[in-house]
Structures are given as structure tokens and as C-alpha cells.
């Protein structure tokens, strides 16, 4: 798998180059013909691996008949069954490396690069359930294309020491912010109006930079005793549940990144152009399918991450919680300018996020010293410092795509003209990256 990672870029450099030259006798249609076959053969091999892993396999909705119908009894059928993938693995992408020396045009060579590296990827996890280990940046780099910097603790202690001006009270800093933001928790019965106006709201900004297609739409659920605070269940037909966890309290701001983040431009409206354009459009099989832990959650969560920044720009945010939001919850505005700097500091605590997950996940921290860390410099209740360990047990090294995931895209975005001078740029961009098949490290290219 480490071979093929530097073959890669020998293959995107074949394909980047070959346009100008004498082609081998493909043509595009050809060529297409020959990715299709890869491709079903990638969805029904995912789909397979998802036996093994019930989180593995984030949607599908693709032919019923692709399903797998062997029966797993045994350990040894589980291993043989991982052995055989692993070789169909390597033939699918022995058949990509092939392909790769013909020429093809822009959206036919991402479409290569993504399988390719979603293929990787499926090597990985096969070599994950076969019980082989990664260290944490190996894992990253192995499942999502990508690894998470690393700061100096000073680094945080610098953010801590600002807030720490910033909040009143006595006690831990992490004590004082639970207790300063407990002004801003939604009332329990208020929570689907406050969400509703806020998805209300995202859609409304969003549909007038992005056509979607007739009949999109969503339903919101309202669940407990989940690892996460919020989910989107693609369920094809550009239809999505979104899931909200109510377990902890749910904060003024949460409900807009939440709204956004799930629905609208994010993970939402991100399935649903996949399939207009890449699926229904072209027939793109591939897309039918998410395998969750792949390099498409890094693109999935860094745009759904994102998008606070294109749909309230400067302080849309706080001007559209202080008008509607916090009426609808029934809370007092005199300290929500204050709440949203403090919030806005906090962000910048993210990547500490990331440094417990490693070190938990590396063997060098104790469940207890890594919840201490994220109490200490996330500034998390209890109660949220047990929700993420539980979180980063089940979904490990995944934690990398939120933050991460989003400073690729933001850059992305950036280095293309898409700032704030710009704004059109920036949903163009956006647009562009939720219609086309990308990669975290393509995006870096
Ligand atoms: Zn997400």
C-alpha cells in the first residue's frame, strides 16, 4: 500500500501530461466504459468490507442487487473474505494504473484519482480489520489522504491565556466557560423551532448561489445516546435524516453549525449534487456509495465545516442569532456579542482536538489524562470530554476531517480567488467542489 502511494503520483503525473500527447487508440467514451467497470466493481467491494464494520458503510443507494449475499459464520470466513477483497483490491488498481497511461480530460482524470485513492483507502481499512495497526498520522494518511499538524502545547496556553481575560468568573478556565455559556443553552422545547428557522435560514442563502435539484428535502430526528452531536443519513432520491443528539445541551451557535453543517450547503447538499451530476448525470457508480472511513469524509466534513464561513460572512452570524435565534429560544442578547468572541477564540483550540486523539490512539495517553486535556485546553464539561473519547474509540484517527478537512478546503477556496472581497468566487468554488470528484491531497496540489 505504501508502494502504491508513490505509484500514485507517478500515475497523476501520466495522466496530467497525457492530454497534449498522441493518445493509445482510447477515446473518452472508452475510457469511460473501462472506469464504470472499476467502479461497480469498488461499489460492491465496499460494500462487502461494510459487513464487518457497521459504521463502514455511511450510505448507499446504489442497485439492491450489488448487496453481498455470502454469509459470514465464521472468523475464518470473515478472513477469507478480507483476503479475497484485498487481491480484488489490487486488481482494480492494477486495472486504474493501466488506464492511467490514456489520455483523458479534467473531470475524467479527478474521477481516476479518486478511485484511486478511495481504492487505497479500502486497502487500508481491509488491513484495519484484519487487525494490522497504524500509528495515528499513518492511519490518517492511509484512510483520508492526510495528516494533521501538530502545534507546541505553548501554542494553546497563549489562546487560554487570552480567554481567560475574556471570561468572568472563578475557578478552572474550563469551569468558568460552562458556566458563562450556560446563558446561551437552548431550552429543551425550543430546540426544533430554534433548528428549523436555522436550517430555514441556511437554505434560503444557500439556494440563492446554488441550483438544487426539484424535490430535495429532509427530515430532522431528534436522538439520544450517540458518540456524536449530529448526523446526516444520505438516503438517495436527494433525500436526507438528519439526526440531532440531544444528550448534552445545545447551544445558540451549535444550532446554526449544526443546520448548516448537516443540511444546507453542507453534507446534505453535498450528496445531493453528487448525485445529480456525478451519478444521475453521468452514471458514475461510485458515488452511490460512502465508504466513511475514506478520503471522501475528509472532503465531506471540511466542506460541511466550511460553510459557516460562506453562509454568514464577517457577522452574519451573530447579527442572524441575535435577530431570530435568540427571540425564537427566549434568551437575552446583552452578552451574545461577548459569547461569540469567546467562541471564536475557542476555535482556534481546535487542533488540540486531534493531539488527544493521537495520543490517546497511539498508546502514549490514558483515557483519563487524554479527557483531562480536553477539559484543560478545549474547555469541555465532563460530560463533552466523555462524548468525544467515546467519539474518537469508535471513528479514531476520523477526528482529522473536521478542522483539518476544513483548512484544505478554506485554502483551497483562498488560493483561488474565493476571499471575502469575492464572495461569488467563493460559492463558484464551493460549487465546484461539491460537483466534481476530489481528493485532500489534489487539493493541496
Ligand atoms: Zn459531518
Given at each position: 500500500?505504501?508502494i502504491?502511494?508513490?505509484?500514485?503520483?507517478?500515475?497523476?503525473?501520466?495522466?496530467?501530461?497525457s492530454?497534449?500527447?498522441?493518445?493509445?487508440?482510447?477515446?473518452?467514451?472508452?475510457?469511460?466504459?473501462?472506469?464504470?467497470?472499476?467502479?461497480?466493481?469498488?461499489?460492491?467491494?465496499?460494500?462487502k468490507?461494510?459487513?464487518?464494520?457497521?459504521?463502514?458503510?455511511?450510505?448507499?443507494?446504489g442497485?439492491?442487487?450489488?448487496?453481498?449475499d455470502?454469509?459470514?459464520?465464521?472468523?475464518?470466513?470473515?478472513?477469507?473474505?478480507?483476503?479475497s477483497?484485498?487481491?480484488?483490491?489490487?486488481t482494480?488498481?492494477?486495472?486504474?494504473?493501466?488506464?492511467?497511461k490514456?489520455?483523458a480530460?479534467e473531470?475524467?482524470?479527478?474521477?481516476?484519482?479518486?478511485?484511486y485513492?478511495?481504492?487505497?483507502?479500502?486497502?487500508?481499512?481491509?488491513?484495519?480489520?484484519?487487525?494490522?495497526?497504524?500509528?495515528?498520522?499513518e492511519?490518517?494518511?492511509?484512510?483520508?489522504?492526510a495528516?494533521?499538524?501538530?502545534?507546541?502545547?505553548e501554542?494553546?496556553?497563549?489562546?487560554?491565556?487570552?480567554?481567560?481575560?475574556?471570561?468572568?468568573?472563578?475557578?478552572?478556565?474550563?469551569?468558568?466557560?460552562?458556566?458563562?455559556?450556560?446563558?446561551?443553552i437552548i431550552?429543551?422545547?425550543?430546540?426544533?423551532?430554534?433548528?428549523?428557522?436555522?436550517i430555514?435560514?441556511?437554505?434560503?442563502?444557500?439556494l440563492?448561489?446554488?441550483?438544487?435539484?426539484?424535490g430535495?428535502?429532509f427530515?430532522?430526528?431528534?436522538?439520544?445516546?450517540?458518540?456524536?452531536?449530529?448526523?446526516?443519513?444520505?438516503?438517495?432520491?436527494?433525500?436526507?435524516?438528519?439526526?440531532?443528539?440531544?444528550d448534552?445541551p445545545?447551544?445558540?451557535?451549535?444550532?446554526?453549525?449544526?443546520?448548516?453543517?448537516e443540511?444546507?450547503?453542507g453534507h446534505?447538499?453535498?450528496?445531493?449534487?453528487?448525485?445529480?451530476?456525478?451519478?444521475?448525470?453521468?452514471?458514475?457508480?461510485?458515488f452511490?456509495?460512502?465508504?466513511?472511513?475514506?478520503?471522501?469524509?475528509?472532503?465531506?466534513?471540511?466542506?460541511?465545516?466550511?460553510?459557516?464561513?460562506?453562509?454568514?460572512?464577517?457577522?452574519?452570524?451573530?447579527?442572524?442569532a441575535?435577530?431570530v435565534?435568540?427571540?425564537?429560544?427566549?434568551?437575552?442578547?446583552?452578552?451574545?456579542d461577548e459569547?461569540?468572541?469567546?467562541?471564536?477564540?475557542?476555535?482556534?483550540?481546535?487542533?488540540?482536538?486531534?493531539e488527544?486523539?493521537?495520543?490517546y490512539?497511539?498508546?502514549?495517553?490514558?483515557?483519563?489524562?487524554?479527557?483531562?486535556?480536553?477539559e484543560?485546553?478545549?474547555?469541555?464539561?465532563?460530560?463533552?470530554a466523555?462524548?468525544?473519547?467515546?467519539?474518537?474509540?469508535?471513528?479514531?484517527?476520523?477526528?482529522?476531517?473536521?478542522?483539518?478537512?476544513q483548512?484544505?478546503?478554506?485554502?483551497?477556496?483562498?488560493?483561488?480567488?474565493?476571499?471575502?472581497?469575492?464572495?461569488?468566487?467563493?460559492?463558484?468554488?464551493?460549487?465546484?467542489?461539491?460537483?466534481t470528484?476530489?481528493?485532500?491531497?489534489?487539493?493541496?496540489?
Open positions: 500500500m505504501f502504491r502511494t508513490s505509484i500514485i503520483l507517478l500515475i497523476t503525473a501520466i495522466l496530467f501530461s492530454c497534449s500527447k498522441k493518445n493509445s487508440g482510447y477515446t473518452n467514451d472508452k475510457l469511460d466504459g473501462s472506469m464504470n467497470n472499476i467502479s461497480e466493481n469498488y461499489v460492491k467491494l465496499v460494500l468490507l461494510g459487513q464487518l464494520d457497521k459504521n463502514y458503510v455511511d450510505a448507499y443507494y442497485p439492491k442487487e450489488w448487496r453481498p455470502d454469509r459470514l459464520e465464521t472468523k475464518a470466513d470473515s478472513l477469507n473474505m478480507l483476503n477483497c484485498d487481491a480484488w483490491a489490487d482494480l488498481l492494477n486495472r486504474l494504473e493501466e488506464l492511467g490514456n489520455k480530460d473531470i475524467q482524470r479527478l474521477r481516476y484519482r479518486f478511485l485513492k478511495q481504492l487505497l483507502a479500502v486497502k487500508a481499512k481491509i488491513f484495519m480489520l484484519k487487525g494490522g495497526t497504524f500509528t495515528f498520522d492511519e490518517s494518511k492511509a484512510l483520508y489522504d495528516v494533521s499538524p501538530e502545534y507546541p502545547e501554542h494553546y496556553r497563549k489562546i487560554l491565556g487570552q480567554l481567560n481575560l475574556m471570561l468572568p468568573g472563578e475557578g478552572s478556565l474550563s469551569k468558568r466557560m460552562n458556566e458563562f455559556k450556560k446563558s446561551f431550552p429543551k422545547d425550543k430546540i426544533d423551532t430554534v433548528f428549523k428557522a436555522a430555514e435560514k441556511c437554505r434560503t442563502v444557500t440563492r448561489h446554488i441550483k438544487l435539484p426539484k430535495e428535502n427530515k430532522v430526528e431528534y436522538v439520544k445516546d450517540k458518540p456524536w452531536s449530529g448526523y446526516n443519513w444520505y438516503k438517495g432520491d436527494y433525500f436526507s435524516l438528519i439526526q440531532v443528539n440531544t448534552l445545545i447551544y445558540i451557535d451549535r444550532a446554526i453549525e449544526l443546520a448548516a453543517h443540511g444546507y450547503p446534505h447538499v453535498y450528496n445531493t449534487l453528487l448525485e445529480e451530476n456525478l451519478v444521475k448525470k453521468r452514471g458514475w457508480m461510485e452511490t456509495v460512502y465508504p466513511l472511513f475514506s478520503p471522501q469524509s475528509l472532503i465531506s466534513e471540511g466542506t460541511a465545516n466550511y460553510v459557516i464561513d460562506i453562509v454568514f460572512p464577517g457577522e452574519e452570524k451573530v447579527k442572524f441575535k435577530e435565534l435568540f427571540p425564537l429560544a427566549g434568551l437575552d442578547t446583552s452578552k451574545a459569547y461569540f468572541d469567546v467562541l471564536k477564540l475557542t476555535e482556534k483550540l481546535s487542533y488540540a482536538g486531534n488527544a486523539a493521537k495520543n490512539l497511539d498508546g502514549k495517553w490514558t483515557e483519563g489524562k487524554t479527557k483531562n486535556w480536553l484543560k485546553y478545549l474547555l469541555m464539561s465532563p460530560e463533552r466523555a462524548q468525544r473519547i467515546k467519539f474518537i474509540q469508535t471513528y479514531r484517527s476520523y477526528v482529522i476531517n473536521y478542522n483539518l478537512g483548512d484544505i478546503i478554506k485554502n483551497f477556496i483562498v488560493n483561488h480567488g474565493g476571499t471575502d472581497k469575492n464572495p461569488e468566487k467563493k460559492w463558484e468554488l464551493f460549487e465546484y467542489l461539491l460537483t470528484p476530489q481528493t485532500p491531497s489534489g487539493l493541496k496540489e
